[in-house]
């Protein structure tokens, strides 16, 4: 009942409470004058550092391998060599995020900016983080070759979840770690609603729904130019004219 | 003058080649490193199919339409049951009659075929369903799969892993740490699995596979190993999982490193959970307390 809740239906809620969310906060930016500055001061909380952004995109990019092409990385990995150098370069991928997320927390320390219940929200965002990445770093060392046992058993369940069909067999059996680390970023991601990050969520909203508004905005005005110039009523009714 | 010009000139040309000439070799060295890496990803060895031709040859459909129609009348050099045992049947009669017989019966009784009016007759003129939705090589299938042995074969992974030659060992320990793919690309047991003195190539995500033969033995081995590890396998179903003659090979590897002298704790361990009444030193080859035995 435990192992359902967490891997069936745990995932749904935080990818819900991060949607429903964000589009709160996109909703109320809507009233608020400077969304802008609200995202340039997330970006520089949770965005800046070298050390920070390296790790957490190369984190990124090889869990999104995984999922996406989990035959070819088991391929690469049919070589010794080949899989020592991924997981090398994963791993020196995830002490540089635990490094970055060091200078994080101590920016996030000496900031002393918005309200305490965004602080708050903050904190237990980069708290969960660093569940995360710590169980990501002890299950390299105690659980070797993640990059070839992830994909045949955690990249089913990811799917599973995307067909919305969860399939928990595999992940309910993981060892503790890595249940903690897919249960800690499911739990990160539900949290980015309150933290400040949430700012930089908005803005890529917003800059998304302008692009799409181009077209119609375009169009919107095609429109007015050929009614004014072709104006249907006269042609329907000229005798009102 | 002129010479120091042309002298400096040359030695720059000089220079500037060497310097092209290395950036080229660097280049090369680069392309041929990169090569070096992808050359077995892009051409994975394959393992032998266990279809070679030491392995028995036979339709699964064949042996399982026989085991379906023919075993309720029939047994395979068991007697006759309601109709006639079907071992030899093959040398017995011509092809081309048991075609015909197993289509469609009661017209070759009903033709006067006198073979086929004297097995009416000897079998309490029990007439044969007519199989007419066979097709001619369906029935040849079948008939190939009676020649060859029928029920009595036995698959190949389930020969004892005591009768495995060095080679299949050998085979086996290549299929395992993954020097050598499965044929229907199920991953190499070391991505999750040791064994003793494996080394750091191997996973450590699932237990040490050291004393699994020992624990399980042979029979249960041959039918673990012939489901995936994981429901998710890569270009594997249920039914193409391991060929027989890599699942043997594995058993025989697994066999082989259960009898590893630096594994002769876990597998005192297994036998002293089997047998709790053997002392921990009869197990070690030392003499008890007290020098008797």
């Avoid at chain 1, 239906?9 to 809507?30: D, E, F, K, N, Q």
């Avoid at chain 2, 040309?13 to 280049?27: I, M």
Wanted: aromatic share 10%; charged share 20%; hydrophobic share 45%.
């Amino acid at each position: 009942m435990k192992g359902s809740f967490l891997f069936a239906i745990w995932p749904y809620l935080a990818v819900g409470c991060l949607v429903l969310g964000t589009g709160a906060r996109y909703l109320l930016s809507l009233r608020s004058a400077a969304p802008a500055n609200e995202a340039s001061e997330a970006w520089a909380a949770f965005g800046r550092g070298r050390l920070w952004q390296a790790g957490l995109l190369l984190l990124l990019a090889e869990h999104f391998a995984g999922l996406i092409f989990p035959s070819s990385i088991l391929r690469w990995n049919a070589s010794a060599t080949r899989l020592y150098l991924l997981e090398s370069i994963a791993f020196a991928a995830g002490l540089l995020a635990i490094a970055g997320w060091c200078m994080l927390a101590w920016r996030q320390l000496k900031d002393e900016s918005g309200s305490w219940l965004t602080q708050l929200a903050d904190s237990a965002f980069l708290a969960l983080l660093l569940v995360g990445l710590l169980s990501g770093a002890l299950l390299a060392v105690f659980y070797r070759w993640g990059s070839s046992w992830g994909v045949m058993t955690l990249t089913p369940y990811v799917r599973s979840l995307f067909n919305g069909q969860p399939t928990v067999t595999s992940a309910v059996q993981m060892p503790f770690l890595i249940r903690l680390h897919v249960v800690s970023a499911f739990a990160a991601l539900a949290v980015i609603p309150a933290t400040r990050l949430s700012a930089i969520l908005v803005a890529g909203l917003n800059y998304c729904f302008n692009v799409m508004g181009r077209p119609l905005s375009f169009a919107k005005r095609g429109a007015e130019a050929w009614l004014s110039k072709h104006n249907p009523a006269a042609w329907l009714w000229p005798e009102e004219d | 003058m002129k010479q120091v010009i042309l002298a400096t000139a040359s030695a720059d040309c000089a220079n500037v080649a060497r310097a092209g000439v290395e950036k080229r070799s660097l280049t090369r060295l680069g392309i041929v490193t990169v090569l070096l890496i992808l050359l077995p990803f892009a051409q994975p060895s394959r393992a032998d199919d266990g279809d070679g031709d030491a392995a028995v040859k036979f339709s699964p459909e064949a042996a399982a339409t026989f085991n379906k129609r023919c075993t309720a009348c029939h047994t395979y050099g068991k007697g006759i049951k309601v109709g006639p045992d079907l071992k030899g049947v093959n040398e017995r009669r011509r092809q081309e009659w048991l075609l015909k017989f197993i289509h469609a019966s009661s017209k070759v009784i009903g033709s006067g075929d006198p073979t086929a009016t004297a097995l009416f007759a000897q079998f309490k003129q029990q007439r044969m369903p007519d199989w007419i939705d066979l097709s001619d090589q369906q029935i040849k299938d079948i008939l190939e799969y009676i020649k060859i042995g029928g029920p009595d074969i036995r698959p190949a992974d389930e020969r004892n892993a005591q009768l495995a030659t060095a080679e299949e060992i050998d085979s086996g320990r290549k299929l395992f740490y993954g020097e050598v793919p499965f044929k229907y690309g199920a991953q190499a047991c070391a991505t999750c699995h040791s064994t003793q003195g494996s080394g750091i190539r191997s996973g450590s995500l699932g237990p040490d596979l050291t004393g699994v033969y020992l624990r399980y033995q042979d029979m249960a081995l041959t039918a673990f190993l012939r489901h995936p590890c994981f429901s998710w396998q890569t270009n594997a179903s249920g039914d193409h999982y391991l060929t027989a003659k890599e699942a043997f090979a594995v058993k025989a590897f697994l066999r082989k490193a259960s009898q590893h002298p630096e594994s002769a704790g876990a597998r005192n361990t297994i036998i002293q959970e089997r047998n709790p009444e053997i002392k921990k030193t009869e197990l070690s080859g030392q003499a008890p307390a007290g020098g008797q035995r």
